[in-house]
T-cell receptor
Framework: AQSVAQPEDQVNVAEGNPLTVKCTYS??????LFWYVQYPNRGLQFLLK??????LVKGSYGFEAEFNKSQTSFHLKKPSALVSDSALYFC?????????????FGQGTTLQVKP | GAVVSQHPSRVICKSGTSVKIECRSL??????MFWYRQFPKQSLMLMAT?????????EQGVEKDKFLINHASLTLSTLTVTSAHPEDSSFYIC??????????????FGPGTRLTVL
């Protein structure tokens, strides 16, 4: 069965420092991977996706993610964190067998950036 | 990016009443929309997949007679919570699938609806 794991419930970073939010996946076949961010009482905002091609994917707000097939990981990164980046981050993988575009989400990681 | 709206953003209703939530894709046509439920500090739980012009596909454990879904056009899907009870109180989020070449489509999410049933 396909699954996504975000091993950290919370990540704390000082403003200006680099940040990493971890994600690992388990799929059969080629993965289609996504990162979304959710601010309090809001829906999810799309950050970036990996379908194929370059392993380093650049997205919105200065975020990027690195696809690593051998480690089955898709970690989200940003070189210099901002206080405004504090939010809940979700990694997701496309559910391939159903072919409906359905996503399987990780449990989410709360990013706290302190001034 | 593509924009998805959701209305209302917040609703408070009495137990036993029905509540309708609308989800619209504003700048693209979505043959597929999804309805999620989210509990505080938890991940999203997919409730159903809504397909334009056909019946919705419900996830296991979701009561289709309680959560009625209608996807009448390529830009509008509605979720009706029938005979709502306090345990239905939650944050409901919709998403719309923006078509793309094989495998490249992306889900864009609405801002969510906070339902409180008294």
């Amino acid at each position: 069965a396909q699954s996504v794991a975000q091993p950290e419930d919370q990540v704390n970073v000082a403003e200006g420092n680099p940040l990493t939010v971890k994600c690992t996946y388990s799929v059969s076949g080629n993965p289609y991977l996504f990162w979304y961010v959710q601010y309090p009482n809001r829906g999810l905002q799309f950050l970036l996706k990996y379908i194929t091609g370059d392993n380093l994917v650049k997205g919105s707000y200065g975020f990027e993610a690195e696809f690593n097939k051998s480690q089955t990981s898709f970690h989200l990164k940003k070189p210099s964190a901002l206080v405004s980046d504090s939010a809940l981050y979700f990694c997701a993988v496309r559910h391939i067998p159903s072919n409906t575009g359905k996503l399987i989400f990780g449990q989410g990681t709360t990013l706290q950036v302190k001034p | 990016g593509a924009v998805v709206s959701q209305h209302p953003s917040r609703v408070i209703c009495k137990s036993g009443t029905s509540v309708k939530i609308e989800c619209r894709s504003l700048d693209f046509q979505a043959t597929t929309m999804f309805w999620y439920r989210q509990f505080p500090k938890q991940s999203l739980m997919l409730m159903a997949t809504s397909n334009e012009g056909s019946k919705a596909t419900y996830e296991q454990g979701v009561e289709k007679d309680k959560f009625l879904i209608n996807h009448a056009s390529l830009t509008l899907s509605t979720l009706t919570v029938t005979s709502a009870h306090p345990e239905d109180s939650s944050f409901y989020i919709c998403s719309a699938r923006e078509p793309g070449a094989r495998g490249t489509d992306t889900q864009y999410f609405g801002p969510g609806t906070r339902l409180t049933v008294l």
